[in-house]
């Protein structure tokens, strides 16, 4: 049987509906492949990415499409020996016919069909938002290692010119005493702010356990119901078969109560509402690695608000240091979230939607993570 026939079999009782009719409607290109390079199927946003009448894609070789060359046909062959889907986030494609795209490939198995492979195509705009976790953690290093300079390079001096503030202060009178006292109000707002940087520092090893992570969305949600969300409607929809993540209990409960008192902030006084949802991420894997805990992430994590979403003037820096759109906000809480984040082998991502915004938290489970230490 044609793959084209499997994929639009019908799916209602009387034909009215079929999947076919369904992947057309799809904003995506999507290819489905046999034997790793004979297109059997292509939807209509396939025919229209590549400019190509769908009866002429049909029963060609990849090759019209992507040249010999490719680094696609490695990706094909890796997800065909590892039977699990392999993403590319930085990808061009070249054609004579549609010219130069950066795109994102995603490339599915189906267990069902085991010599055909689906092929997903998204534009760079969507790939571009994975390319910001890796800058991300780049930015994150760089914080571990400010922190570390600064804490020496700066907290020694400043005991040292409190001390003397405070030697002259002995000896000064009334009008003296008001500029000591500032001197020494000043030296401790900046060891202060020294002292919360140090979290950026990654000299500590952290310590982690098997958690299920209801338990600790569980204790977010009543902290934040009972303290500062207290006027907000919280509503959840967790998926109770998610095996445990690998995670330290402590940190995991700073991100997420972060996290929810950012959307309890940006909601609105009355009418506000806060979702919380937990799934599990088929197969998301990122090539190449980007570090030794890079593989799967099964675990997601979302959290909706309906606030007026993030502001485009700081969403491409969102995570880094000192970017926040609160008044008296220091910009280091999201920052920190990230680091967190990434110490756990996860990712972060954000994305405005119609009404509010979304944080996406995809974490690995707790066996992905031992076998990528071994």
Request: proline fraction near 5%; aromatic fraction near 6%.
């Amino acid at each position: 049987m044609k793959v084209e026939k499997i994929l639009s079999a019908p799916t209602t009782v009387n034909n009215v509906l079929n999947s076919d009719l369904i992947l057309n409607t799809l904003g995506t290109p999507i290819l489905a492949l046999k034997n790793k390079d004979i297109i059997e199927y292509a939807n209509g946003a396939a025919e229209n990415f590549f400019q190509v009448n769908k009866n002429s894609l049909l029963g060609s070789n990849l090759s019209i499409i992507f040249p010999p060359d490719s680094p696609i046909y490695s990706l094909l062959d890796q997800a065909t020996k590892i039977q699990g889907s392999v993403s590319e986030f930085d990808f061009t494609l070249e054609n004579p016919r549609i010219g130069t795209h950066s795109i994102s490939l995603h490339i599915f198995p189906i267990p069902e069909i085991p010599e055909v492979i689906t092929l997903l195509i998204q534009q760079r705009s969507i790939a571009a938002k994975i390319e910001r976790q890796f800058i991300h953690r780049d930015a994150v290093k760089a914080m571990s290692a400010m922190s570390a300079i600064m804490a020496h390079e700066v907290k020694n001096p400043l005991s040292g010119i409190r001390g003397a503030a405070q030697l002259l202060e002995k000896d000064a009178d009334k009008n003296e005493i008001k500029l000591t006292s500032l001197i020494q109000q000043e030296t401790d707002r900046i060891c202060d702010l020294l002292d919360r940087m140090a979290i950026f520092r990654t000299n500590t090893e952290l310590k982690r356990e098997p958690i299920n992570i209801h338990l600790i969305l569980d204790r977010v949600q009543r902290l934040a119901k009972y303290g500062f969300a207290s006027h907000t409607n919280i509503t959840s929809d967790f998926d109770p078969s998610l095996p445990p993540i690998c995670g330290n209990y402590d940190e995991l409960i700073q991100v997420f109560l972060n996290l929810v008192k950012n959307a309890a902030e940006a909601v609105p006084a009355k009418g506000g509402n806060i979702f919380l949802q937990t799934s599990y991420q088929n197969s998301v894997r990122f090539t190449p690695s980007k570090s030794e805990n890079d593989g799967q992430r099964k675990l997601l994590i979302n959290i909706f608000d309906n606030g007026p979403g993030i502001s485009t003037h700081i969403g491409e820096n969102l995570f880094d240091p000192f970017i926040t759109s609160k008044r008296h906000g220091k910009g280091l809480g999201l920052a920190v979230v990230a680091k967190i984040i990434n110490d756990h082998g996860g990712i972060i991502e954000y994305e405005n939607l119609n009404k509010g915004a979304v944080f996406r938290v995809m974490l690995p489970m707790y066996s992905i993570y031992e076998k990528s230490k071994k």
